[in-house]
């Protein structure tokens, strides 16, 4: 792809109708939170690939924190846990440091 293909009105209206569609984040979802979805994300990089980058198919809506954490530590590019925690301060992903510690 010659250009950035997110600031343009195809991706914008794609993305308004993903996430009207879609307005939950999936990550969140699958460890039992209710959080609204803020970003488009792809479910496999496109890494340029402009058919993968249209496939809608291949999209899926996160919370900004499940984009910038979760994704990037799936993707190898940061931990490989997520550091969130829920309401008692216990972390609530199973990959975590604490989660295994004995006790």
Partial sequence: MKKNPY???????????FLDANPLCVKCK?????TVATTVDHKKPHKGNEKMFWDESNLQGLCSHCHSAVKKAEEGGGRAYDTACDVNG???DSKHPWSSAKA
């Fill in 90 to 92: 216990f972390s609530i």
């Fill in 7 to 17: 600031n343009n009105q195809r991706w914008r209206n794609i993305r308004k109708r």
């Fill in 30 to 34: 699958e460890m039992g939170f209710v």
